[in-house]
């Protein structure tokens, strides 16, 4: 499974890097091409010349060593890599990865890489136990980092307890079955665009037409995906959520730049999923400047209809890709979905009563129904948002002869 797989080691400052040492070469001789990333403080406990000898791949320390003046070294790597791992992994490094700080080659790389990302933790069992690196640890979980859980046991500092890295045999085995699980994952190999969250029609350089969209359906469909090995495309209107991890997001702000973002991916992708809700008209008249007050009790603002997104992409679909619609109803749902799924030329239609409670926007909580091109209608029960993706990806595969392994 490892055979030919890049793999970039990221080592910091802990007595541990000596495992890291021996977790190189055993990755080295399982076929994996391994590059060490090591920061400042863990050229302390370990030498560079330790990590290139036994990869027989050269060792990166400095951001701003350039080895290469036709690449950006730490861009390179993140996109070179096919499996990021951080062994050992400090509460100063997992502090600076939750908050997004990029201080050294490591974080800058972990920044940058839409590789699978796995850390693994150790330190003394009072700072893994300490409420600021629980927090962070539960923060990149929820961006989609995987962690490699430490042992028990005497620690370098005389504590016995939590905090000791993971065997080199152990991490071993968790990143072949990563490779395993890749092989094996029902959307590998496919390219899914997700389109999320609200856009913005403006009135002036201060006001705009929009909706309560919060994009949360969107970006749990965009994380879902990529758990389930496709290559995924998120163009996102102006929400505030941190972006899945290995999802590649594109901004946009109005209905139109959201509309030319599809087209300029759609014909590769495999599956589209329309989630956002757009705004359905914009202004005629766009002021460059603040509109001020008038005398005037009244406001008559003209608008037209901003470009039908999901009815384009359907004029332009190939026969073997597949086009997913969302329809927000509050009555008819049946009638007004089925509709949409026709006239779109869609291949399912997801629709959700957002008069419910708990399943209009903004929630973490959804229940939706699924109609779609064969004439199937799939209830999927309130639950959180994440499962409702799950399952509304299960559908798509289910078009595509394949479902959800359990």
């Known amino acids: 499974m490892m055979n030919g797989k890049h793999i970039v080691l990221c080592v910091t400052g802990g007595i541990a890097a000596f495992k890291a040492a021996a977790l190189t070469s055993k990755l080295t001789q399982r076929g994996a091409i391994v590059r060490v990333i090591m920061t400042e403080a863990a050229t302390q406990f370990v030498t560079p010349l330790t990590f290139q000898s036994l990869s027989r791949q050269p060792v990166y320390t400095d951001t701003f060593d350039e080895k290469d003046p036709e690449r950006i070294a730490h861009i390179d790597l993140a996109d070179w890599a096919d499996l990021v791992l951080v062994a050992p992994a400090t509460a100063n ?21 839409k590789a699978p990302v796995y850390i693994a933790p150790a330190m003394n069992v009072n700072m893994i136990e300490h409420p600021a690196v629980i927090d962070n640890l539960s923060r990149l979980e929820q961006m ?60 002036d350089p201060v006001r705009y037409i929009t909706n309560d969209s919060s994009g949360k359906m969107g970006y749990a469909l965009a994380r879902v995906a990529r758990e389930l090995g496709a290559k995924v495309t998120l163009i996102s209107g102006p929400v505030s959520l941190d972006v899945p991890t290995g999802v590649n997001v594109v901004h946009v702000t109005s209905t139109e730049d959201m509309l030319n973002a599809c087209l ?35 406001l008559v603002l003209r608008l037209r209809k901003t470009p039908d997104i999901l009815s384009t992409l359907g004029g332009h679909k190939r026969d073997d890709q597949v086009l997913v619609g969302f329809a927000a109803e509050t009555n008819d749902i049946e009638h007004y979905a089925t509709k949409k799924l026709q006239k779109k030329r869609a291949d399912m239609i997801v629709a959700n009563d957002v008069s419910k409670d708990g399943v209009g926007f903004g929630h973490e909580t959804s229940a939706v129904t699924i109609y779609d091109v064969t004439g199937g209608k799939t209830e999927v029960p309130f639950g959180n948002k994440l499962d409702v993706a799950r399952a509304i990806l299960d559908q798509v595969l289910s078009l595509q002869g394949k479902r959800i392994q359990p």
């Open 93 to 113: 490094t997992i502090a600076k990865l939750a908050h997004g700080f990029a201080s050294d080659m490591v974080t800058t790389t972990l920044l940058a890489t």
């Open 144 to 203: 989609g980092v995987h962690f490699i859980q430490p042992g028990e046991g005497q620690l370098a500092c005389g504590w016995v307890g939590k905090g000791r890295l993971a065997e080199p045999e152990d991490i071993l085995e968790i990143v072949e079955k990563a490779f395993c699980r890749e092989r094996e994952l029902p959307f590998t190999g496919q390219h899914v665009v997700i389109t999320a969250g609200p856009t913005q029609e403006r009135i």
């Open 264 to 298: 300029q991916v759609a014909k590769e992708a495999d599956v589209m999923i329309k989630c956002a809700a757009v705004s359905d008209f914009t202004p005629v008249e766009q002021h460059e400047q603040k509109m001020k007050k008038t005398n005037h009790d009244e």
